[in-house]
C-alpha cells in the first residue's frame, strides 16, 4: 500500500452489522413478497435510491411504497421492516476508529437514508454509550444529504474537492463491490471489507 494521509469508510459491513435478510423476511411478512426486486445490498429501484438521495421524503415514500407492493402496512411497521437489517455497532470498531484519528484524517461517505439515520444513531447510544457518532469523523457524507450515492462518481469526486485529497493518498473502504471500482477508477486506494474480515483486521 502506497503512503495513505486520509480514510473515507463506508458505514454498513464496516462499523455497523447488517443483515439484508431480516429485512427481505421482515418484508415478506408484512405481504411484500418480492422485496428483493426493490432493494439488496447492490441493487436499489427508483424508489429506494429516491429514498438514498433524499430527493422524496419519508411520509411520500411510505405512500410510494404501498402503493408500488399493495400492501396495507402502517408507517411504523414498514419503518420497523426496513430498520431490521440494522443489527450492532460492536464497540470495539468504534475504539478502534477512535485509536487512527491522531495518524489520518478520516472521513465517513455511507449510502442512507433519513428512515435509518435515526435509527442507527440511536442504536450507536444504546451499543457504545457514546453520543455523537458523526464526531469520529473530520466530515460525514450521508447519500440522502449530499443527494449523491455510490456507487456513482460524483460523491466521491465531492468529497475530494471539497476536503482537497489527492486521490492517491486516499484509501477507500468499503464492503460493497461497485463501490470498490468506482473509487479505484478514481485512483483511490481501496481495500473491498468482505466478511469475516473486520477493520479490526486492517494492518494501519
Known amino acids: 500500500m502506497k503512503?495513505?494521509?486520509?480514510?473515507?469508510?463506508?458505514?454498513?459491513?464496516v462499523f455497523i452489522n447488517l443483515d439484508f435478510q431480516k429485512t427481505n423476511e421482515a418484508f415478506q411478512q408484512l405481504g411484500a413478497t418480492q422485496f428483493y426486486s426493490f432493494f439488496s445490498q447492490t441493487h436499489s429501484n427508483s424508489l429506494?435510491?429516491?429514498?438514498?438521495?433524499?430527493?422524496?421524503?419519508?411520509?411520500?415514500?411510505?405512500?410510494?411504497?404501498?402503493?408500488?407492493?399493495?400492501?396495507?402496512?402502517?408507517n411504523k411497521a414498514i419503518a420497523?421492516?426496513?430498520?431490521?437489517?440494522?443489527?450492532?455497532?460492536?464497540?470495539?470498531?468504534?475504539?478502534?476508529?477512535?485509536?487512527?484519528q491522531n495518524k489520518?484524517?478520516?472521513?465517513?461517505?455511507?449510502?442512507?437514508?433519513?428512515?435509518?439515520?435515526?435509527?442507527?444513531?440511536?442504536?450507536?447510544?444504546?451499543?457504545?454509550?457514546?453520543?455523537?457518532?458523526?464526531?469520529?469523523?473530520?466530515?460525514?457524507?450521508?447519500?440522502?444529504?449530499?443527494?449523491?450515492?455510490?456507487p456513482d462518481a460524483d460523491g466521491f469526486q465531492l468529497i475530494l474537492q471539497?476536503?482537497?485529497l489527492a486521490p492517491e493518498e486516499t484509501l477507500f473502504i468499503d464492503d460493497t463491490l461497485p463501490n470498490i471500482q468506482t473509487a479505484h477508477s478514481l485512483g483511490l486506494q481501496t481495500?473491498?471489507?468482505k466478511a469475516p474480515l473486520t477493520v479490526l483486521d486492517i494492518p494501519l
Open 3 to 13: 503512503l495513505v494521509k486520509n480514510i473515507i469508510f463506508d458505514l454498513g459491513g
Open 48 to 74: 429506494f435510491a429516491a429514498l438514498e438521495t433524499g430527493t422524496i421524503a419519508t411520509h411520500d415514500f411510505y405512500d410510494a411504497f404501498r402503493k408500488q407492493t399493495g400492501i396495507l402496512a402502517t
Open 80 to 100: 420497523h421492516a426496513w430498520n431490521a437489517m440494522l443489527i450492532n455497532f460492536p464497540p470495539e470498531r468504534i475504539e478502534w476508529l477512535n485509536s487512527i
Open 104 to 150: 489520518y484524517d478520516v472521513f465517513l461517505y455511507s449510502n442512507t437514508n433519513q428512515i435509518h439515520y435515526d435509527c442507527f444513531m440511536e442504536m450507536f447510544k444504546r451499543d457504545t454509550g457514546k453520543d455523537n457518532f458523526n464526531r469520529y469523523f473530520k466530515k460525514a457524507y450521508y447519500s440522502h444529504k449530499i443527494k449523491m450515492r455510490k
Open 162 to 164: 471539497e476536503q482537497n
Open 191 to 193: 481495500i473491498h471489507l
